[in-house]
């Protein structure tokens, strides 16, 4: 089994020419993840906008940033969730992984911008938005359910070792535990936001305060999405590295 052995290797990756034929897997989880970290941190940064003071929250200027980011992912989400890409280079299990989350998170996203869109005359508070949107809690929790499962599958089967080709990540593919433990505790933070939205709707829709519950959901998903983000960023120039040395 090859490894990254040196400092350059570990910049640069190890050249394994001809390895992945890229024109049968197509790979775009880089602004997948991009717009999931985006996302998260969105929803955090939002619902304490419309806490402190509603009057000054611009609905539509969230509405736009939702269905930006809920195109991308309802996109993406959607392609891969249908045609299954990674199939071609013996990762199936990537496109259950990456492509169906994203997908829900991004239609979930599309219908936060058209409901907001519609508000953008007349505005929304935290009562209104929790009570609007309780009944979608049931997917939600379902999805934080499904998130539990991919992070116990993740550990299990430790699914995200990246290889050695690629740079800077594949440095660690010898410990393949490490990537798994680090990608399943995302997802599992995530889950664990998701399974508390109903608690926290079913508070604020009574107009009570979202105590404790919003709190964690707040800090699960901030600093998930703050990850999702940085990571997706170092991603543009480790998958580049990694299509440069096996293509």
Known sequence: METQDSIGDFFRGVETPGMIDWTTMPTYN???ALAVGAALVGLVLFFRALH??????SVTGWSLNFGVLGLILTVT???MTLTWPF??????FDNIIFGEPSLALGVLLLAAAVYLWSKREVGVTVREVARDSRPMTIFVVGLGLALFAIALAGVVYQLFAAPPQEPISGFFGEWAIIEAFFISALYTAIGVGALLTPFATGRLARGLDGGVVTSIIGWCWAVTGAIWLLFAALNFYSHIGLVVNTM
């Open 52 to 57: 402190a003071d509603p009057a000054e929250v």
């Open 87 to 92: 199939a071609a280079g013996g990762f199936a």
């Open 77 to 79: 989400g959607l392609h």
């Open 30 to 32: 880089t602004v997948m």
